[in-house]
């Protein structure tokens, strides 16, 4: 299977993550999601793969957050999945894919779980 990776070359974690699974020797699928964002289909089926509602792959920390006023506990996951689509900065990363199984690289080693996706 091929493992892909929602890789952000400026990010240290999401290099780490790439490095260490290019040193196990497996040259993953890079989507650069700043460039080519997913939509909404796409971010569904990677949420599930993670197990994670879509506030959980919220970056908090990012501007758009605070100017979208995402906190808002009323808001639906349909309406934070488009504020995904809309803003990719918003989306944690690094998240490595492999079939079925996907994690969230923070910290870069969780991506080494994927290889072996039936661990």
């Not at 990677?46 to 908090?60: E, I, V, Y």
């Not at 690289?105 to 969780?110: K, L, Q, S, V, Y």
């Amino acid at each position: 299977m091929m493992i892909t990776l929602y890789h952000n070359p400026r990010c240290s974690k999401s290099r780490d993550a790439l490095t260490l699974l290019r040193e196990q020797g497996h040259e993953p699928e890079v989507i650069l999601y700043l460039e080519t964002p997913p939509n909404a289909k796409t971010l569904k089926a990677l949420l599930a793969k993670l197990g994670l509602s879509a506030r959980d792959l919220l970056r908090k920390g990012e501007d758009a957050y605070k100017e979208l006023n995402l906190a808002d506990e009323k808001l639906t996951e349909v309406a934070l999945i488009k504020a995904m689509v809309e803003n990719p900065k918003l989306i944690e990363r690094p998240i490595a894919i492999n079939g079925d199984k996907a994690v969230i690289g923070r910290p870069p080693e969780n991506v080494l779980q994927v290889i072996d996706p039936r661990k």
